[in-house]
């Protein structure tokens, strides 16, 4: 089935301690998101490639990296993480064709931050 | 002011009662809604899409107030299964979603 696959699901690592959230798709869709949401909390939205073109949300801190080496795959690098920085990594894609604006999530990357 | 506001609940109801909620947005410019469904510790999942007027899926209905600006969700003959939060999403530009907080839904048996 074409889907959205977010590896790992769930990730710890040491404060400050450099670590890679990785997404894949299969829908072929040439939009792609990262979201962070904490809990009870709507997610909020990081950044997202447009085909190549990245953009950056205006309040993303820099610590927030992302990568997009081809249409499948996406990477959000987080440079230093704080305890803050602990919640749910969600990716999403979407597809524009014909106005279809509806995002399709992954299953997320739960990060802890010890 | 946020751009998109739900009232959290949560909304405690029986199972086959009927629940309705709300979710306001502030750009009056905004075209297009959703509401999307999510589990406890899971990813967002689209419920459906709110055009025009609204529409209807199965128990679910959706209703669209330009005027007044809000988005409604009206769920019955509730299932157990219907338990979930229910975020209202408002589309900002082409391909930019504001999401809100959620409204949590609890139906017992």
């Known amino acids: 089935d074409a889907m959205v696959i977010q590896n790992p699901r769930y990730q710890v690592t040491q404060f400050g301690k450099p670590v890679t959230l990785s997404c894949s798709q299969t829908?072929?869709?040439?939009?792609m998101y990262w979201y962070q949401q904490k809990s009870s909390q709507a997610p909020k939205l990081l950044f997202h490639?447009?085909?190549?073109?990245?953009?950056n949300e205006a309040d993303t801190p820099d610590n927030f990296q992302s990568r997009r080496p081809n249409t499948s795959f996406c990477f959000l690098d987080i440079r230093s993480p704080g305890l803050g920085d602990a919640a749910m990594y969600l990716c999403?894609?979407?597809?524009?064709?014909?106005?279809?604006?509806?995002?399709?999530f992954g299953p997320g990357t739960r990060l802890t931050v010890t | 002011r946020k751009e998109v506001e739900q009232d959290p609940g949560p909304f405690n109801v029986p199972e086959g009662a009927t629940v309705a909620f709300n979710c306001t947005y502030s750009?009056?410019?905004?075209?297009?809604f959703f509401w999307y469904r999510q589990d406890c510790r899971k990813e967002p999942k689209l419920l459906m899409s709110?055009?025009?007027s609204g529409n209807e899926d199965g128990r679910f209905t959706a209703q669209l107030n330009r005027a007044s600006q809000y988005i409604s969700l009206l769920i019955r003959d509730s299932k157990l299964s219907d338990s979930a939060t229910y975020l209202c999403?408002?589309?900002?530009?082409?391909?930019?979603?504001?999401f809100g907080a959620g409204t949590t839904v609890t139906v017992r048996a």
């Open positions: 490639y447009y085909d190549k073109d990245f953009n």
């Open positions: 829908l072929n869709h040439n939009v």
């Open positions: 750009n009056s410019a905004s075209q297009s």
């Open positions: 709110v055009y025009s």
């Open positions: 999403a894609t979407s597809s524009h064709i014909a106005g279809a604006y509806e995002q399709y």
């Open positions: 999403v408002v589309i900002l530009t082409d391909y930019k979603l504001s």
